[in-house]
């Protein structure tokens, strides 16, 4: 199981980043996201795999100032 | 700084802690975008005695700015830049300021901007802007950025957040989108925000005192 934002997600071996984050509906454009404490660089949401009982935060990038 | 200016310093900054005053005179701030946010935030720093300013908008002051950022009537039309260093330095005599009339980019921040300061205020209004300044500094952790995302409408304090990770602070609601309205109130309690977490960082020696 994974914790994304305090919610519970399913994992699913094999995954990665940018998939989690579609599968959860996310602009991967327009959002910063640590996993496990560790802000991860957009270049890399393809690189990362996703371990079971990670916990993430998915911080979105919203326009407006 | 001369003496007649160190005494109109010392006297403006007297209800704070002289130590406070005189570590902010020591730092150099770069704010990214001269909106409702960066206009808010530059008179927020120059007040407080931050030793300099400076500050990149490539955009004019135009009627629908002046419901939530620092302008008035008189200016519309000026380059923001120029208004607000103007503003900075009729409010707190001493204020350094620069003003760069320029989009920010990848390449100016790498070739200009990143030699000026090490802290950075992320105070754009458009969504791009925001990833590219927080793609920049993930890839540059030598510098520190304070980024603002989710700040519209009539919203809630109590979901506000600052989240730190590494080099970067992120404040807002990451949740409230442009849609639902600009409004000063809300809008001021982030630029607040961003400017608090700048002199915290500055007391804390050029780092963020929480992670």
């Known amino acids: ?65 | 700084m001369s003496v007649a200016e160190n005494d109109v310093r010392s006297q403006i900054l007297r209800r704070q802690r002289p130590e406070d005053s005189e570590l902010f005179g020591q730092y150099a701030v770069s704010i990214l975008g001269c909106g409702g946010l960066g206009s808010n935030i530059a008179l927020m720093l120059a007040r407080a005695g931050v030793g300099k300013l400076y500050l990149y908008d490539f955009d004019r002051i135009e009627y629908s700015n002046l419901n939530r950022q620092n302008y008035t009537f008189k200016e519309i039309g000026q380059l923001k830049v120029e208004a607000t260093k103007a503003r900075l330095e009729s409010t707190i005599p001493y204020a350094k300021v620069e003003a760069f009339a320029c989009r920010v980019t990848p390449e100016l921040l790498d070739q200009e901007a990143t030699k000026r300061s090490t802290l950075f205020i992320e105070a754009f209004d458009n969504q791009e802007s925001k990833a590219m300044a927080l793609d920049y500094f993930m890839n540059h952790t030598q510098y520190s950025v304070i980024t603002a995302s989710g700040l519209s409408g009539l919203g809630d304090v109590r979901n506000v957040q600052v989240k730190y990770a590494n080099n970067i602070c992120m404040i807002g609601d990451f949740a409230s989108s442009p849609e639902q309205g600009l409004y000063l109130p809300y809008v001021s309690v982030i630029a607040s925000t961003q400017a608090l977490e700048a002199l915290k960082w500055m007391k804390n020696g050029g780092t963020y005192a929480q992670q």
Do not use: C, P, W
């Open chain 1, 1 to 65: 199981m994974l914790t994304i934002n305090h919610d519970k997600v399913a994992y699913r071996e094999g995954e990665h980043l940018s998939q989690l984050l579609e599968r959860e509906g996310y602009d991967t454009t327009f959002v910063a996201v640590t996993v496990d404490g560790a802000l991860i660089a957009r270049k890399d949401f393809d690189n990362v795999q996703v371990k079971d009982e990670t916990t993430i935060e998915v911080f979105s990038i919203m326009g407006g100032g």
